[in-house]
């Protein structure tokens, strides 16, 4: 993924034990695709070398307002001016003080100062300092001047206390950094997604279920966000873990995600519905465990009908707008067409799950979206390429009252 092609960070790395964790945060900014400079507080360079930043982001770090060396490769007007986002990973007590009071008492807060692009903050520190008032006050302050905080995140700390201020994980700035450049093709929709199987208890032990992982519905999620969406997540159980800056709704049943998606669908703009959802439960449900009395005994179960959530959905009066998915093994647009109408949605996403490449459990996927009188294939690609794209495809086709941009 390049999620960030082309965007230049300038990532500030003050002094904390933590400053250790910048060095691979600059490889994964990197790995999607950003060009990452660097300014070291003079603390910092107590904990990491400059050296390895240096060798890491390929760049000089930049360590001095009078440093004529480095100010001379690039000065921090200029580096200031560069930047399309000042990451400061991590961010100590201090240096939040420093930042939310206006210093330019050194390099780091002088280019803040005269930056006008995203600053964010990832603050790293004794959970004590974290929760002090002033600690406290002085976040409230950068995020009233609309300076993004990303974390902190709760867990062990380096001086052996258990509490809120370590550093958010690396894989979790690099996902806020990605979210702090939507493509802004849903800014300001409310999107609810249904994902993955859902469970139909025969007993207190057993089951009925399918082998829906989850992944495209997730994926989608995260597109949706990227775009810039507030996005519902309603799960049934799945292995992945849930993008961040989802809203995730857990449901087993589909009698459950049935409840929670009419719930939801109410003022939202967009509903789609990924979820293999259950066609039919258990009558009644065991309260004890079914005992297997003697062998070549018969058990029988007897199903009823589960509602069908995104029919419902779609017959809202004044409701979102609806996209629904078709797994066919044969006929798979013809199909698909069908459901359209017959469910009465305004969107449908064929995809063929005779192939094992593709549909239920794999990293990838095929797909032809059909919606008015429009059609578009997908060729095979990743869930998460095909996800993008299929967001990109609703915002164009959204009508205005759902649209907010
Ligand atoms: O009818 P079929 O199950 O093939 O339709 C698939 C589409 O309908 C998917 O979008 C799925 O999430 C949705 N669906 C639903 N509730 C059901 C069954 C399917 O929302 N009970």
Not at 23 to 44: C, F, N, P, S, Y
Not at 284 to 299: A, F, H, L, M, P
Not at 334 to 345: F, I, P
Request: net charge negative.
């Amino acid at each position: 993924m390049n999620l960030l092609a082309g965007k230049r960070i300038l990532l500030g790395v003050t002094g904390g034990i933590a400053a250790y964790k910048s060095a691979e945060l600059i490889r994964r900014l990197q790995d999607q695709g950003a060009d990452v400079h660097v300014v070291m507080t003079a603390a910092a360079t107590e904990f990491i070398t400059p050296l390895t930043l240096q060798g890491l982001s390929g760049h000089p770090v930049h360590l001095d307002l009078l440093d004529t060396e480095t100010e001379s490769v690039m000065g921090h007007i200029e580096l200031a001016r560069w930047a399309d986002l000042i990451l400061i990973a991590p961010a100590s007590a201090n240096f939040i003080a420093r930042l939310s009071q206006g210093h330019g008492s050194d390099l780091l807060s002088t280019i803040c100062l005269a930056a006008q692009c995203q600053i964010a903050v990832a603050p790293a520190m004794n959970q004590g300092m974290w929760a002090n008032a002033a600690t406290q006050e002085n976040v409230r302050s950068l995020m009233t001047q609309g300076t993004a905080i990303f974390g902190p995140d709760e867990g062990l700390q380096a001086c052996g206390e258990i509490g809120e201020g370590r550093l958010l994980d690396v894989a979790g700035i690099v996902d806020l950094t990605i979210a702090t450049f939507p493509n802004g093709k849903l800014r300001g929709c409310k999107v609810v997604i249904t994902a993955g199987p859902t469970r139909e208890a025969i007993d207190p032990v057993r089951y009925i279920s399918n082998h829906s992982s989850g992944k495209q519905g997730y994926a989608l999620a995260e597109a949706a966000i990227e775009a810039g969406a507030e996005v519902i997540l309603i799960s049934g159980p799945t292995n992945l873990a849930p993008p961040n800056r989802a809203n995730v709704i857990p449901v087993t049943s589909a009698q459950e995600m049935y409840e929670a998606s009419m719930q939801e669908a109410t003022g939202a703009d967009i509903f789609i519905g990924v979820a293999a959802v259950a066609d039919f439960r258990p009558t009644e449900v065991s309260r004890q465990k079914i005992k297997k009395d003697k062998s070549g005994s018969r058990v029988t179960i007897t199903l009823e009908e589960n509602p069908d959530i995104i029919a419902s959905v779609a017959a809202l009066g004044d409701g979102p707008f609806t996209v629904g998915f078709a797994a066919e093994t044969s006929h798979v647009i013809d199909y698909a067409r069908a459901k359209l109408a017959k469910k009465n949605l305004d969107m449908v996403i064929a995809n063929n799950v005779s192939n094992q490449e593709i549909g239920f459990n794999s990293d990838e996927n095929e797909t032809t979206m059909i919606w008015g009188n429009q059609e578009q294939t997908l060729p095979i690609a990743s869930k998460r390429n095909i996800a993008t794209k299929i967001v990109g495809t609703i915002a164009e086709a959204l009508p205005e009252s759902h649209a907010h941009d």
